[in-house]
């Protein structure tokens, strides 16, 4: 029995070998080798590196390109020793042309009133009164009425006699005449301010609607009952020191509110107090002193002024140039004291001081002709412009050769302009 078991063994034995054997023997397919080139590869990313790096570079060059070009316009000095010129009112043809510019203000104080009266005044002003009726003058007489569109009636303080018509520049124009009212009654309700008025006299014919009144200023005074009152003295005292406070104010805001292109000169500017009566009485405990005045300024077209300062100064085109110090010369103004601003149409003045004139340079111009060309036709460029005696130009990034192609990437800096 042991034999047995022994002789089976062995019979197993080598079939288990044949299946190792036969295992170890399989085949499997096989592959073509690929052989990697890797210095082609390297080349190739390197010159699409490179590539972008000069796309960037130009990219970035044409986005960030600036150019600043600074001008050194022609100069000359000037002086001038009681120079005398003559300007006219706004007159193109004129030499040196001028306008007339003015501003109007106010201003209040209160004053205590321990006095107690019992009053009835007038409301009281002035108007213009209109006559676009006929040629012929009208006669009004003393105490006319003139009624307000509620109804208020007014009368004038004297006969006047009222133009007719006039043609002027082709236009008919009213006749007019200014004339100084009072209200028909005494009372606060008299008090108004600017008004038109008809002239109930002329209802029912053709001249009513011909002939009209208009107030510019307020009508006031007008009070009845008890009021209060101060002394004349003190408040004419008030007044006087408001004269100089408005005046002051008024002057200030006049040269701020001067026109670009235009002068004005200490010596050009004319104060109106308004001379109307002084307030005495009012309903409060306190009266109120009031003062308007009106400032006039004769301003003067700065290019033209210019022009006729530098008119003998060689290598410079005169009407092209800029005085600097020109608000500091000294200016005179001749029969100052003859002369209505509101009216005047000529003057004469002189002026005293020295300076530079300095050519003036079309910037604009200039930065038109760089767009886009090269550095070195800058001196080329520069001589078509006549008015600068040198220049120097800056482009950014260092590499760029040529001026940016859009303005605004192109900065002018004007050396005479910067040191004023």
Known sequence: MVKHEINHHRETTPSKKIWENTSSKRHYPSYPT???????????????????????VFAFSTLFAAATI?????????????????????????????????LEGSMSKSLPAPKVLSVENKAAGKAVIYNDFSKEAQKLIINTRLETGDGKIYRIDNAVTVPGQHVSAGVTVPGSVLVSIHADQAGEEYNIPSSTFTIPGFKGGPKYEKFSAFSKDKIDGGIKGTV??????????????????LKDDLIKKAKLQVPKGFILYDDAIFYAPNQDKVN??????????ELAGKVYGIILDENKLSANIAKDQKDINSDEV??????????????????????VSEIEFSLTGQGKVIAKVDEDKLKADLLGKSKKQLQSILANFPNIEKAEAVIKPFWMSSFPGQKKDIKVINIEETAK
């Open 34 to 56: 690929i052989e990697r080139n890797e210095g082609g590869s390297k080349i190739a990313l390197w010159s699409i590196a490179v590539i972008s790096f000069i796309f960037l």
């Open 70 to 102: 600074t001008i050194h316009p022609k100069e000359n000095a000037y002086s001038l020793t009681s120079s005398v010129f003559k300007a006219q009112k706004d007159s193109p043809q004129s030499d040196i042309a001028f306008e007339v510019m003015s």
């Open 228 to 245: 209060h009152v101060i002394d004349e003295q003190d408040a004419l005292a008030a007044r006087a020191e408001m004269v100089t406070a």
């Open 280 to 289: 005495l009485e009012s309903k409060e405990d306190s009266v109120p002193v």
């Open 322 to 343: 800029i005085i600097a110090g020109i608000s500091d010369l000294n200016f005179s103004l001749k029969n100052r004291d003859q002369i209505d601003p509101a009216t």
